[in-house]
């Protein structure tokens, strides 16, 4: 939806492609999003971060057990995967620094 956030993305993991790698090592859960066919322009194809390269959007998501909800043990579990999370999120926040939301 907007191009020049994806592009930030892009950018801020084709430059730092190791911290990325190491962030998604290190997290229990795979990053998903839409992704287009081929690196796009301006990318190298040999890079190690290509398949994320080629991304439109990028997410990771935790479903949680129903019986985590019933018994009541869900806060201590949030509060342990949104840790979890943090590091790509903040990846993902200092790469959008930058960015300006259109005004209408």
């Known amino acids: 939806m907007f191009s020049n956030a994806t592009a930030l993305v892009r950018d801020h993991i084709a430059a730092h492609g190791a911290a990325w790698g190491d962030i998604l090592t290190a997290q229990p859960f795979p990053v998903g999003g839409?992704?287009?066919?081929?690196?796009?322009?301006?990318?190298?194809?040999?890079?190690?971060?290509?398949?994320?390269?080629?991304?439109?959007?990028?997410?990771?998501?935790?479903?949680?057990?129903?019986?985590?909800?019933?018994?009541?043990?869900?806060?201590?579990?949030?509060?342990e995967r949104f840790l979890a999370m943090k590091p790509l999120n903040d990846f993902l926040n200092e790469a959008l620094r930058d960015f300006q939301m259109p005004t209408r």
Do not use: C, M, R, T
Request: charged share 25%; aromatic share 16%; glycine share 4%.
């Open 34 to 79: 839409s992704a287009l066919k081929n690196v796009p322009k301006g990318f190298d194809p040999a890079h190690p971060q290509a398949e994320y390269l080629k991304y439109k959007s990028w997410y990771i998501e935790d479903p949680v057990p129903d019986a985590l909800l019933l018994e009541g043990d869900f806060v201590p579990y949030a509060v």
